[in-house]
């Protein structure tokens, strides 16, 4: 399997923070690399795929980089609903998804 | 829309089997996608369990194989769970979702989740 390492775990922001959460797969993945947003009771929500795709409907201040074994979300400015816990995963092989971050406020 | 619904299963004794289905509206179980489950244990991560296409054709998580089944009814549009021989260990919020047939295996619908428990 190919092991997905979140960082950090959790962080403490303020609405307007610039946030950035970064993922590491073991080996290369390419490009095939997908963020969810997470909140409780609710189901998980596609952000970005293939590495740096916008899903439809989802606000700009989110963006996503990287390609082989290092990859980042970026939320630009943080609003009041962006506090949740953020997932990546992997799509090279059979699935697996990063520990999660979780998003607090400060 | 397409929009997925689990069922409840509540409850499951040790040593039973867990039985899930998940109701797929606003759109087609035949379309261009993967039909998966994915679950997540109290204050853990996400685990795929397994996927089905609408041919029949299946793939599993290898930590999981051995005691999974997932099956697809394409005339009530939905698709379904069996884990044998649960413990403890297996009881987490489950989740049915469609991944993408192409792309970058990305879960575009996701279920609102349904809470299993393994208990006598």
């Known amino acids: 399997d190919i092991q997905m390492t979140q960082s950090p775990s959790s962080l403490s922001a303020s609405v307007g923070d610039r946030v950035t959460i970064t993922c590491r797969a073991s080996?290369?993945?390419?490009?095939?690399l997908n963020w969810y947003q997470h909140q409780p009771g609710k189901a998980p929500k596609l952000l970005i795929y293939?590495?740096?795709s916008l899903q439809s409907g989802v606000p700009s201040r989110f963006s996503g980089s990287g390609s082989g074994t290092d990859f980042t979300l970026t939320i630009s400015s943080l609003q009041p609903e962006d506090f949740a816990t953020y997932y990546c995963?992997?799509?090279?092989?059979?699935?697996?998804f990063g520990g999660g971050t979780k998003v607090a406020i400060k | 829309q397409v929009q997925l619904q689990e069922s409840a299963p509540g409850l499951v004794k040790p040593s039973g089997t867990l039985s899930l289905t998940c109701a797929v509206s606003?759109?087609?179980?035949?379309?261009?996608?993967?039909w998966s489950w994915v679950r997540q244990p109290p204050g853990k991560g996400l685990e795929w369990i397994g996927e089905?296409?609408?041919?029949?054709?299946?793939n599993y998580n290898p930590s999981l194989k051995s005691r999974v089944s997932i099956s697809v009814d394409k005339s009530k549009n939905q698709f379904s769970l069996k884990l044998n021989s649960v413990t403890a260990a297996d009881t987490a919020m489950y989740y049915c979702?469609?991944?993408?047939?192409?792309?970058?295996?990305?879960?575009?619908?996701w279920g609102q989740g349904t809470l299993a428990t393994v208990s006598s």
């Open positions: 606003g759109g087609s179980i035949s379309s261009t996608k993967w």
């Open positions: 293939a590495a740096s």
């Open positions: 979702a469609g991944k993408s047939y192409y792309g970058s295996g990305n879960f575009d619908y």
């Open positions: 080996q290369s993945i390419s490009s095939y």
């Open positions: 089905i296409y609408h041919s029949g054709s299946t």
């Open positions: 995963q992997q799509g090279y092989s059979t699935p697996t």
